[in-house]
């Protein structure tokens, strides 16, 4: 059994986003205990107050990051993997036992000391989400990830 935890900056808003969490997190029962972590996004006017507010979330992930896991956090600069190379990534990090955890950072992204602390840096897509839409997309994608494990018919 995998053990998985996402931790995130901001809560899901809207009903729609919380149902799609609701389904992944039940489709992923069988193959994993995942455990979701939401932090308080910090407000801000504008982005220069960025290193501030970077800095405030950031203390609260750091603080609840797992000391045994793999650290992952979803970045725009991170590597762009394929969905098979992603279910190799989980396969290899999380089958022995290890614990996995993905970071999502609030709009404003990440501290350097966030980013400097972790074990990978991985890009959803070129393209920019909001944090929610992040969170949903990792939540397949972890699905998705245990299909390929398990031979399942969802990825073809």
Request: overall charge neutral; proline content about 3%; cysteine-free.
């Amino acid at each position: 059994m995998y053990r998985i935890t996402v931790l995130t900056v901001g809560k899901l808003t809207e009903g729609y986003w919380r149902e799609a969490q609701s389904e992944y997190m039940k489709r992923l029962k069988p193959f994993s205990h995942l455990d979701i972590q939401e932090y308080k996004e910090e407000p801000f006017s504008s982005v220069y107050d960025k290193a501030r507010v970077t800095a405030q979330e950031g203390e609260k992930i750091l603080s609840h990051m797992p000391k045994d896991g793999y650290i992952i956090a979803l970045d725009k600069d991170g590597r762009k993997i394929s969905s098979e190379e992603f279910a190799a990534l989980v396969q290899d990090k999380g089958e022995r036992g290890g614990h996995l955890a993905f970071l999502i950072g609030g709009p404003l992204g990440f501290s350097d000391e966030v980013l400097n602390s972790v074990d990978a840096r991985l890009s959803l897509s070129s393209l920019t989400f909001t944090h929610q839409l992040a969170r949903i997309v990792l939540l397949e994608q972890i699905y998705r990830a245990m299909t390929i494990l398990h031979g399942k018919k969802y990825h073809y």
